[in-house]
């Protein structure tokens, strides 16, 4: 299969969020939401990220996206913006440097992926505590892993 360039950003605010939620301290626990943005040909715009809310399970090394709120901000902002701005994926923290995934989150993307109804891929996004883990995971289950982001 010829390696096909997908060009991915995140909005300034986006990476501010993740900053917010670094686990820098041991007690710190995971913290995550969904990705909304555009996707335009091959350019992926990573416009918000939900913030995690009270619903949500938050552990040390765990989280689960609970609560329904990231789900109502997700519908609001695509109606705001008539559909401009919609459900691009997932994003969690990791208590480490260089993050990499579970075969927990793994399974999970996938199985969010092949459960799409618009057959569109899903990005995945892990927060460290220095650098990010970004992939997107296409309709079949099959994942591309970002080398390098760019932020605005
Ligand atoms: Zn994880």
């Known amino acids: 299969m010829p390696s096909q360039k997908i060009y991915l950003l995140f909005q ?3 990476l501010e ?3 917010m939620y670094r686990q820098n301290s041991r007690a710190a626990t995971e913290a995550g939401g ?5 996707v335009r040909g091959e350019h992926v715009e990573v416009i918000q990220a939900t913030q995690p809310q009270a619903g949500d399970v938050r552990h040390r090394m ?9 789900q109502t901000e997700a519908d609001l902002m695509w109606k705001q913006s008539d559909g401009e701005i919609r459900y691009l994926g997932e994003w969690h923290t ?3 440097d260089w993050p990499s995934p579970s075969s927990v ?7 969010r992926a092949l ?9 995945s996004v892990i927060v460290g505590r220095v650098g990010l883990y970004v992939s997107l995971v296409d309709g079949q ?3 591309t892993l970002f080398q390098e982001c760019q932020s605005s």
């Open 62 to 70: 765990r989280y689960e996206r609970n609560d329904p709120g990231h």
């Open 17 to 19: 969020t993740f900053d």
């Open 34 to 38: 969904i990705l909304l943005g555009h």
């Open 141 to 143: 289950g099959e994942t």
């Open 12 to 14: 300034a605010s986006v």
């Open 105 to 111: 989150d793994m399974d999970g993307w996938r199985y």
């Open 115 to 123: 459960a799409r109804q618009d057959g569109r891929a899903t990005l």
């Open 94 to 96: 990791h208590p480490e």
